[in-house]
């Protein structure tokens, strides 16, 4: 009856250590690609499947920041960083429901070999349209997915290759 006046966002989480053209390359296809209002950018505190980041998850945060503060339509938020520990996807979706309308959760192909083994997988997957970053090197199985949405981005860079090249 009444028309739900929550903005529609897409939310795209990740460790950014460190952000780079790739995750400004996504957030970029996705704003014109997609009819949202405004794209959620959440930076780790820790990534559930890792148990260390490089840099602290403050620098994370303001890199992560910098990096998209020319987008009008992007807000770079906290929430998993101020849990100050590990915060599944599931728990973040939640938060985020009760504010906005959450329709897109973007992830990069990378994760689709693993999508089954995040928490409450299948809660997450009758919630939302996923939206798939295709990455050079990285098959696009889109077998469990209920339902998604192809990114093309295929910039063939990454966080571990980046930290890897400053050892």
């Given at each position: 009856?009444?028309?739900?006046?929550?903005?529609?966002?897409?939310?795209?989480?990740?460790?950014?250590?460190?952000?780079?053209?790739?995750?400004?390359?996504?957030?970029?296809?996705?704003?014109?690609?997609?009819?949202?209002?405004?794209?959620?950018?959440?930076?780790?505190?820790?990534?559930?499947?890792?148990?260390?980041?490089?840099?602290?998850?403050?620098?994370?945060?303001?890199?992560?920041?910098?990096?998209?503060?020319?987008?009008?339509?992007?807000?770079?938020?906290?929430?998993?960083?101020?849990?100050?520990?590990?915060?599944?996807?599931?728990?973040?979706?939640?938060?985020?429901?009760?504010?906005?309308?959450?329709?897109?959760?973007?992830?990069?192909?990378?994760?689709?070999?693993?999508?089954?083994?995040?928490?409450?997988?299948?809660?997450?997957?009758?919630?939302?349209?996923?939206?798939?970053?295709?990455?050079i090197g990285h098959e696009v199985d889109t077998t469990p997915l209920r339902e998604f949405k192809l990114l093309e981005v295929n910039i063939a860079i990454s966080?571990?290759?980046?930290?890897?090249?400053?050892?």
């Amino acid at each position: 009856m009444f028309k739900d006046k929550r903005e529609t966002i897409a939310l795209f989480g990740g460790s950014f250590d460190p952000p780079h053209f790739g995750h400004y390359g996504v957030v970029k296809e996705a704003l014109k690609t997609l009819n949202i209002d405004k794209l959620v950018v959440v930076p780790t505190f820790l990534n559930p499947f890792k148990t260390s980041s490089s840099a602290t998850p403050h620098q994370r945060f303001q890199w992560t920041k910098e990096m998209f503060e020319k987008f009008p339509k992007v807000l770079v938020d906290a929430y998993e960083i101020e849990q100050g520990k590990s915060t599944t996807t599931a728990t973040t979706l939640s938060h985020f429901q009760q504010k906005y309308c959450v329709k897109y959760l973007i992830i990069g192909a990378d994760n689709l070999a693993s999508i089954e083994k995040w928490y409450n997988f299948n809660h997450l997957n009758r919630q939302i349209i996923w939206l798939i970053a295709t990455r050079i090197g990285h098959e696009v199985d889109t077998t469990p997915l209920r339902e998604f949405k192809l990114l093309e981005v295929n910039i063939a860079i990454s966080s571990t290759e980046i930290r890897n090249k400053q050892s």
